[in-house]
Nanobody, 122 residues
Framework: QVQLVESGGGLVQPGGSLRLSCAAS????????IGWFRQAPGKEREGVSC????????YYPASVKGRFTISRDDATNTYYLQMNSLKPEDNAVYYC???????????????WGQGTQVTVSS
């Protein structure tokens, strides 16, 4: 059974940093990619990062490139999203999800975690 569990969200001031975690289990990790998405109230779900274990490639949209970094801990099958220089527009619920290939389209993703709230505010 595929299971994705996010953690690490919280309240941070503008310019601050947070590291989100996604504990993955129940599927062959090397055959999937892990994507991070976010959804703010009243907005569509937006892809913010993707990691392919098979190729080692990563993807970031322009809105977060240079500020967000995705990585994986092979020993614990945990994926991380390091978020630096956070802005109020980064406020959202953040989700991790699996897919066969990196894509910014949430409909391409198969399994989803429950989400973790990130609030950027002074």
């Amino acid at each position: 059974q595929v299971q994705l569990v996010e953690s690490g969200g919280g309240l941070v001031q503008p310019g601050g940093s947070l590291r989100l975690s996604c504990a993955a289990s129940g599927f062959p990790l090397d055959y999937y990619v892990i994507g991070w998405f976010r959804q703010a109230p009243g907005k569509e779900r937006e892809g913010v990062s993707c990691f392919s274990s098979s190729s080692g490639s990563t993807y970031y949209p322009a809105s977060v490139k240079g500020r967000f970094t995705i990585s994986r801990d092979d020993a614990t099958n945990t994926y991380y999203l390091q978020m630096n220089s956070l802005k109020p527009e980064d406020n959202a619920v953040y989700y991790c999800a699996t897919a066969w290939g990196c894509s910014g389209d949430s409909s391409d993703y198969i399994n989803w975690g429950q989400g973790t709230q990130v609030t950027v505010s002074s």
